[in-house]
């Protein structure tokens, strides 16, 4: 590591063990969705672990994702790309696409068929979201026109849930049913993939032969308001690059936006917001230091942000602050001190960090 480098530990073992829990539960296969590099945890080293584990199929966004994921791979894992991609764009790859409208499906299609062969792919229903996946009249049509889909070696079809973290909202049941009535017109006897990382919790009408989740794998909370049933998975320390004694009426940062009402000890730490430890916390979170809470005082900077650390009084140059981690600091807390979500937190941390992983399967 870099002298002053802070250092994000991503516990594999923990994403594995949560991986099991949640197959164990769904009572079927679950995929692993490593979008945005793994959450910021790195994809490749991720998905290894998972595959190691026994995961054969991984979801990603962008085809790079999917390109970048297969050579790390190898042959063998499905990896399934969720934006799609033009047919042949993938090259050797053997990646397969989301188709999310009819204009997909015939590209799709027709590729297949001037090929000889049918290409696999994921025929994605929207049922709620009003984002991705054909809509009720491209459902419609295709469900009437079923031959749209020669060419094609659909290996499931799937939904997305809109509110999976609010368990008791009309829309779930009202998706569930919409999906199963669509799929059963348009691809019957073809898999289907519907849970997420939240849904695997609202019971057994939303099981299907694969669910999708993410944040769950890497220790966010899938049932918000309920005790969090995943292991913890990161945690973030940065060393300590400065403490000073400041006077009452002192100002510290940015704005001046925070005052010592009497003389306090500011130690100053090796992260900011570029490094994904976002500005919307300041003066609002806290860090562990020697296992004692310290609160955040004035804006978080750039490179920089700054602590109170007055109640620690062996704090010295060079300890490491723990930003992310412990108890009362999981990325879910983090997150609710600045209205925003743990995944926010995770996938916005940033490159200057040396990342990590310890353990497996």
């Known amino acids: 590591m870099v002298p002053g480098q802070g250092v994000l530990r991503i516990d594999l073992s923990a994403i594995v063990a949560n991986w099991r829990d949640l197959v164990a539960r769904h009572g079927a296969p679950c995929a692993g969705v490593v979008k945005a590099d793994g959450y910021g945890l790195g994809a490749a080293t991720v998905a290894g672990a998972l595959r190691d584990a026994g995961?054969?199929?991984?979801?990603?966004?962008?085809?790079?994702?999917?390109?970048?994921?297969?050579?790390?791979?190898?042959?063998?894992?499905?990896?399934?790309?969720?934006?799609?991609?033009?047919?042949?764009?993938?090259?050797?790859?053997g990646l397969w696409p989301v188709l999310n409208g009819l204009s997909d499906v015939e590209a799709h299609a027709a590729a297949g068929r001037a090929?000889?062969?049918?290409?696999?792919?994921?025929?994605?229903?929207?049922?709620?979201m009003a984002r991705l996946g054909l809509d009720a009249g491209e459902q419609a049509r295709l469900a009437e026109e079923r031959g749209r889909l020669d060419g094609l070696g659909l290996r499931y079809v799937m939904t997305h849930l809109a509110c999976a973290d609010e368990p008791g909202h009309a829309l779930n049941a009202r998706q569930a049913a919409r999906f199963g009535l669509a799929a059963a017109r348009i691809a019957p006897g073809v898999k289907r993939s519907f849970a997420n990382s939240s849904g695997l919790f609202l019971g057994p009408d939303y099981a299907s032969a694969l669910a999708r989740p993410g944040c769950a794998l890497y220790g966010i909370n899938p049932t918000p308001g309920e005790p969090n049933p995943m292991r913890q998975v990161v945690t973030l320390e940065v060393p300590v690059l400065q403490i000073r004694t400041i006077a009452a009426g002192d100002t510290v940062g940015y704005g001046a936006s925070w005052a010592a009402k009497e003389p306090r000890r500011v130690a100053t730490v090796a992260a900011g917001y570029a490094d994904g430890y976002l500005r919307s916390l300041s003066g609002r979170s806290l860090a562990l230091l020697r296992g004692r809470a310290v609160p955040l005082i004035g804006r978080v900077s750039m490179d920089l942000t700054t602590f109170d650390v007055t109640d620690v009084p062996e704090a010295r140059v060079g300890d490491s602050m723990m930003l992310i981690g412990g108890p009362g600091n999981t990325p879910d807390d983090i997150a609710a001190r600045c209205g925003t979500i743990g995944y926010e937190v995770l996938t916005s941390l940033g490159a200057r960090y040396a990342r990590l992983h310890s353990g497996g399967a």
């Open 55 to 93: 995961c054969d199929t991984f979801f990603v966004a962008h085809l790079t994702e999917g390109l970048a994921l297969r050579q790390a791979l190898g042959a063998g894992p499905a990896i399934i790309v969720l934006n799609g991609f033009p047919p042949g764009a993938d090259g050797e790859a």
């Open 115 to 128: 090929a000889g062969v049918a290409r696999p792919a994921v025929l994605h229903l929207d049922t709620g």
